[in-house]
């Protein structure tokens, strides 16, 4: 059973090192739709062409005829991000086959920050799990171990705390499991990210029943 081995995931290297674009046409995070089963595949073309991009991988292990094998699968399944201008952008469509459809990140800053903490929560080498359908946790800071200082949301599996980092655009994210003595939570999201309409619901209501 052929196993290939970690690809390039970030182009170039220091891509996630820079400082967020400014979010003008010339320079932009684009979310890039590709076909099933294509992210790898784009992502060669990508670096043939010279474009900056960053597909998010996470290690998979499994037994095959007695031996460990590793493989790299796509965080979020047909999606990668380019960071492009909108030239680039144009180009993608009709150079690449494989991509379905390019979007523009709303928030650029935002999403910049969330790629940046998904990358350091992958580099960390703790166990990651896919996150889709998200529903709204506690905001929380993780105040010990190699993802200190990481903020996100927790929910709960069973017995279990899962830290949530999730990019709103996609309602997609990566969760790892935290123990509740390395959170602390937190008021609200940070950037004066709204809230889900229930969780302020619930706010004013506590914030009524304890002035009265």
């Not at 037994?63 to 680039?88: C, E, K, M, W």
């Not at 709960?156 to 003595?181: H, Q």
């Amino acid at each position: 059973m052929p196993v290939l081995p970690l690809e390039t995931y970030v182009f170039p290297e220091d891509l996630l090192d820079r400082d967020a674009p400014p979010g003008d046409e010339s320079d932009c995070w684009y979310v890039v739709h590709a076909r099933p089963r294509a992210e790898k595949v784009v992502a060669r073309w990508l670096v043939l062409f010279g474009t900056p991009f960053y597909l998010p991988l996470y290690a998979r292990k499994f037994y095959h005829r007695n031996r460990l094998i590793t493989s790299y699968l796509p965080l979020f399944p047909g999606y990668l991000f380019v960071r492009a201008n909108i030239d680039q952008k144009i180009d993608l469509r009709w150079k690449v086959e494989h991509v379905v459809r390019t979007l523009k990140a709303p928030d650029q800053d935002e999403f910049h920050r969330k790629l940046l903490d998904i990358r350091r929560l992958l580099d960390s080498g703790v166990p990651v799990t896919p996150e889709e359908r998200l529903q709204p946790g506690q905001w929380v800071e993780i105040r010990s171990g190699p993802l200190r200082g990481l903020e996100g949301k927790v929910v709960r599996r069973g017995k279990n705390f899962r830290f949530v980092i999730e990019l709103d655009f996609l309602k997609r994210g990566v969760s790892c499991e935290v123990s509740g003595w390395q959170l602390r939570v937190l008021d609200g999201p940070p950037n004066g990210q709204q809230l889900p309409k229930r969780r302020r619901r619930r706010r004013r209501r506590r914030r009524r029943s304890s002035s009265g």
